[in-house]
Nanobody, 124 residues
Framework: QVQLVESGGGLVQAGGSLRLSCAASGRTFSSYAVGWFRQAPGKEREFVACISGRGGSTDYADSAKGRFTISRDNAKNTVYLQMNSLKPEDTAVYYC?????????????????WGQGTQVTVSS
């Protein structure tokens, strides 16, 4: 069982940056791949980025490439999402999710544990 808690969301102007954190419980955090997803009002939840259990492999949605960076510190049981050059269309609730097994995937149904989400609002 893994419990996830996101933090770091907030209100930022377009062009600004935020760093989201996802803190996890459990002793074998490196056994889990982690993904970030987001859901804007009236839209389906969508993939943003994911990272393998030991951090050696990452993947990004096209909308995130070149602007967002996912990383993890397994000693701290934490995954980060650094978001730069934010745009109003990045406004959404951002969720982190953990998948049993270390191989990362952008496929939402593969993720077993979800956090409560953190709101990111980008003003124009």
């Amino acid at each position: 069982q893994v419990q996830l808690v996101e933090s770091g969301g907030g209100l930022v102007q377009a062009g600004g940056s935020l760093r989201l954190s996802c803190a996890a419980s459990g002793r074998t955090f490196s056994s889990y791949a982690v993904g970030w997803f987001r859901q804007a009002p009236g839209k389906e939840r969508e993939f943003v980025a994911c990272i393998s259990g030991r951090g050696g492999s990452t993947d990004y949605a096209d909308s995130a490439k070149g602007r967002f960076t996912i990383s993890r510190d397994n000693a701290k049981n934490t995954v980060y999402l650094q978001m730069n050059s934010l745009k109003p269309e990045d406004t959404a609730v951002y969720y982190c999710a953990a998948k049993t097994g270390p191989i990362a995937t952008p496929l939402l149904p593969r993720y077993d544990y979800w956090g409560q989400g953190t709101q990111v609002t980008v003003s124009s």
